[in-house]
């Protein structure tokens, strides 16, 4: 065999060596790259707070007095439909992420943005306490009106506030575009609320 013949065998076996190892690479290797998360930690985060925020509405519409004013009442209806369809979105989220609903440690996702420390969270915005919701179960007539209005007024202001800070920190796609949705309707219904405030001569 000449020399020339014995190179170029040479050459083919190395060609073929090479593309065998590359095929087989993947059985030999194990892949350590991981798939990229279906949602982003902000993301994530504000579908989880906004849960627990939206849960809230709907426990403030529940203790309303059934007797209410006809315009309150259905206003709180109204505010208890959208909330719900909404927190069905939410949860499909922090399903499909293969997460809890609500967060072990709520607002980290803002606390970062606020430039805090991730064990340093911030409040969630605009939510009541045990005795505001207590005091709204106990109410009646225009005293459960005048506390459900004030307590929904700042429960939406909250939420404002959280579905602006993801618009502003989720750069695109469905949980953006919920939030900037969030944040028009509730925006909306402030200004209602409002306006049945001043015809009662309150303050929000």
Known sequence: M???IRVTALCAAAMFLLVLGAALRPLLIPETTMPAPVLTAVELGFAQDMTAHHQQALILTERLDPAADPTVRRLA???ADTQRVEIGTLLGWTQLADAPPTAAQPMVWMAAS????H???????????????DALAAARGAE?????LQLMYRHHSGGVTMARAADVQ???????????AMAQSQSQELGYLGMLLDA???RP
């Open 77 to 79: 209806d109204q505010i």
């Open 119 to 133: 064990d340093s969270p911030t409040a969630m915005p605009g939510m009541a306490t045990t005795a505001d919701l």
């Open 144 to 148: 459960a009106e005048t506390l459900f």
């Open 200 to 202: 009662r001569g309150i």
């Open 2 to 4: 000449s020399r020339a």
């Open 170 to 180: 989720i750069t695109s796609g469905p949980v953006k575009q919920a939030a900037r």
């Open 114 to 117: 606020a430039g805090h420390h």
